[in-house]
Structures are given as C-alpha cells and as structure tokens.
C-alpha cells in the first residue's frame, strides 16, 4: 500500500445486511436468529437467513442482548473422553446447530468418563443456559442438572425422566443388522467381544445381540468382555479364539477400536481375515477404513445426532415439547467379513506371539 494512503476497517456486518441478502425484514432476521421463527417466519426463509448469515460471517451483538434477555446462549456439551472421534463429531453437529441460532457450545470432557461429573463453573447455571450430555448417565449429571438448567440426554436411557429430552441412535437395529449379515454369510459360532464398560449404551447392545440369537437355530454365542482399547481387545480375541471347543467363526465387536484388536489378534494366531474369522465393529470410525482388510461396521451418524440434540436443547429453552428421538443407522459391509469357513475346524488357532 503506498505510503501516506487511508486504512480502511471492515465494515461490521448487521442485521440489515442479512436481511437484505436473505429478502427478508431485520424482523424476521431477529425472529430466525433468536429461534423464535416457528409460526411466523416461513420455513424457506429461515433457512435463506441462517444461509446470509453464515455466508456473511455475521456475529450478533451478544452481550448487549444477554444483558436484555438474562441468557447466555452457551450451553455445555458434556463427554466421557475427548480421545474418541465418535465425540468429536458430535461436538462438530452441536456446534454448527448452535452457530446458526447465535449459541455457544462449551465442550466438556468428564474428569470421571461415566462418572459424575463436576461442575466446571463457580455456578453453571450463571454461565449456562444448558447441558446436553452424550454417553453419560442423569445421576452423573447432579451437580449440573441442581442448578436446575434444562438437560438433554443423547445416547441414554429414552425412559429417565430427569431429562427434558432425549435423543438415541437406533443401535438395537444396528446390531439385528450386523447379526443377519454374519448369519447371512454362513456363521453359526459367533464370539461377541463385549465393551467392559458400565453404561445403558453398551448394555443395550449386550442385551440386544443375547435376545437376537437366543432362538436362532444352530447358533453358538459365546462373550468375551474387553477394555475399550486395542491391547485389551487383543487379549480378548485371543483367548476367544484359542479357547477349547470349536473355533468362532465370526467375533462381533461392540465398536471399531475393538474390532482393530480383534484383528490384529487373527493374524497374530496366523488366521486370515475373512477366510478364517470374519469381524466386525461399530460406528464407522475414520480406522474402520485404514485396516486391512477394511472393517464392517454399523455407520453411526454422529454429527446429526450432535445436531439434533442441539436442537432439542433449543426447544427446551424455548418451552417446547420435545419427546425421545431415534436416528436410524446403517450397516457397511466391508472386507473383514466373509462366508463362514466350510469346513471350519474345531479348534485350529495357531499361538503366535503377543
């Protein structure tokens, strides 16, 4: 820039500027923004707002409407760990939800996993508008939800009544899918590598792969319950498939971390993967696809499920009904599962190293 010539600041984007991209009044920008649009605003153009907005990178004046309303627009996503990509993504759903309506999202992995979890606030309820908490149990929430802020449950029991909503994957349906696929291909011997892990999540999973083959004919379920890492399902694979009587011919893993270890215990035994064990995992992980062979797995759409509990959140806050809600997920058959072995011998794991 030449010497001497005028510094010109960006212009700070308003209201009036997205209405006038969107074609609406500063009314209806106020009415999307705030989430007060439902019946007065069309849906078309609240998207059209939401779209001018982001487009535009406009940023409300926060706090001087925080002041006036006695809100923060901030709630609290609360997790068991940040190490899984599962959380991550949720986080990313949330937060996107949150950004088109003018909130904040705090993430908040709990010091305890499961358990309860502290309050990370001299007093949540002055720093929060809400809590939405993923793969945890309300009980571990009691020193969040006494502060008497709305709580939103993803990934937990649809029945407990401490939260004002509930959002659920349909994992039931997920293993039922996995279950015919393996009894599709064949597989009769099946060993499921259970997570060892204390929550509604895992039991449901548990429960529904012992009910589904209870009454299958010819079928033997066997379980075999490992840490939720690599090394421990390694170990559990292992002595799954080294066990005296006849071999699994398929190990159902409750996620894809379990499924990695399953894996790498076949090939340490000097079995092939699918030809002699077929394995499968749960949620479609960025290392489902870096395997070798590539993993089957139940895809779970975790950033809509981030989204939607956002969203409930919002109608919470805003006084509105929001009963449980179920997203569908989707198996991916991949390379790790094959025709059961036709003539699958009854007990041939070869040691191998650890």
Same mark, same amino acid.
């Given at each position: 820039? !030449?010497?001497?010539?005028?510094?010109?600041?960006?212009?700070?984007?308003?209201?009036?500027?997205?209405?006038?991209?969107?074609?609406?009044?500063?009314?209806?920008?106020?009415?999307?923004?705030?989430?007060?649009?439902?019946?007065?605003?069309?849906?078309?153009? +609240?998207?059209?707002?939401?779209?001018?907005?982001?487009?535009?990178?406009?940023?409300?004046?926060?706090?001087?409407?925080?002041?006036?309303?006695?809100?923060?627009? =901030?709630?609290?996503?609360?997790?068991?760990?940040?190490?899984?990509?599962?959380?991550?993504?949720?986080?990313?759903?949330?937060?996107?939800?949150?950004?088109?309506?003018?909130?904040?999202?705090?993430?908040?992995?709990?010091?305890?996993? $499961?358990? !309860?979890?502290?309050?990370?606030?001299?007093?949540?309820?002055?720093?929060?508008?809400?809590? $939405? +908490?993923?793969?945890?149990?309300?009980?571990?929430?009691?020193?969040?939800?006494?502060?008497?802020?709305?709580?939103?449950?993803?990934?937990?029991?649809?029945?407990?009544?401490?939260?004002?909503?509930?959002?659920?994957?349909?994992?039931?349906?997920?293993?039922?899918?996995? $279950?015919?696929?393996?009894?599709?291909?064949?597989?009769?011997?099946?060993?499921?590598?259970?997570?060892?892990?204390?929550?509604? /999540?895992?039991?449901?999973?548990?429960?529904?792969?012992?009910?589904?083959?209870?009454?299958?004919?010819?079928?033997?379920?066997? =379980?075999?319950?490992?840490?939720?890492?690599?090394?421990?399902?390694?170990?559990?694979?292992?002595?799954?498939? /080294?066990?005296?009587?006849?071999?699994?011919?398929?190990?159902?893993?409750?996620?894809? $971390?379990?499924?990695?270890?399953?894996?790498?215990?076949?090939?340490?035994?000097?079995?092939?993967?699918?030809?002699?064990?077929?394995?499968?995992?749960?949620?479609?992980?960025?290392?489902?696809?870096?395997?070798? !062979?590539?993993?089957? /797995?139940?895809?779970?759409?975790?950033?809509?499920?981030?989204?939607?509990?956002?969203?409930?959140?919002?109608?919470?806050?805003?006084?509105?009904?929001?009963?449980?809600?179920?997203?569908?997920?989707?198996?991916?058959?991949?390379?790790? /599962?094959?025709?059961?072995?036709?003539? +699958?011998?009854?007990?041939?794991?070869? !040691?191998?190293?650890?």
């Amino acid at each position: 820039m !030449p010497a001497g010539a005028p510094t010109t600041r960006p212009t700070r984007v308003t209201s009036r500027d997205v209405a006038r991209a969107a074609g609406v009044s500063q009314a209806a920008v106020s009415l999307v923004l705030g989430d007060k649009w439902r019946g007065r605003v069309s849906a078309p153009k +609240a998207e059209a707002v939401r779209t001018a907005a982001r487009e535009l990178g406009y940023r409300p004046n926060l706090a001087a409407r925080n002041l006036r309303l006695g809100h923060t627009r =901030t709630a609290l996503l609360v997790v068991p760990a940040l190490t899984s990509e599962f959380f991550a993504r949720v986080y990313t759903g949330a937060a996107r939800v949150a950004a088109d309506h003018g909130f904040g999202v705090v993430l908040y992995p709990s010091p305890e996993g $499961i358990g !309860p979890a502290r309050d990370p606030f001299a007093s949540a309820s002055a720093a929060l508008d809400g809590v $939405i +908490a993923s793969s945890m149990a309300a009980e571990a929430l009691a020193a969040l939800r006494g502060e008497g802020l709305p709580l939103v449950m993803l990934d937990s029991d649809p029945r407990d009544p401490r939260a004002a909503a509930t959002v659920n994957l349909d994992l039931a349906d997920g293993v039922r899918q996995v $279950i015919a696929h393996l009894r599709d291909l064949g597989h009769r011997r099946i060993t499921h590598l259970a997570a060892d892990v204390d929550s509604w /999540t895992f039991a449901l999973r548990a429960r529904t792969v012992a009910e589904t083959l209870r009454e299958a004919p010819g079928v033997v379920l066997r =379980t075999e319950p490992a840490a939720l890492d690599v090394t421990a399902a390694l170990r559990a694979a292992r002595a799954a498939l /080294t066990a005296p009587g006849p071999r699994p011919t398929a190990l159902l893993c409750d996620d894809d $971390i379990l499924a990695a270890g399953a894996c790498k215990a076949a090939r340490r035994l000097g079995l092939r993967v699918p030809e002699d064990v077929s394995v499968t995992g749960f949620d479609d992980l960025a290392l489902a696809g870096a395997v070798e !062979p590539e993993l089957t /797995t139940v895809r779970l759409p975790a950033e809509e499920f981030g989204a939607a509990g956002m969203r409930a959140l919002m109608a919470a806050l805003d006084g509105r009904p929001s009963g449980p809600t179920t997203l569908p997920v989707t198996l991916v058959p991949r390379g790790s /599962t094959g025709p059961a072995p036709a003539d +699958a011998p009854e007990n041939a794991a070869r !040691p191998g190293g650890d």
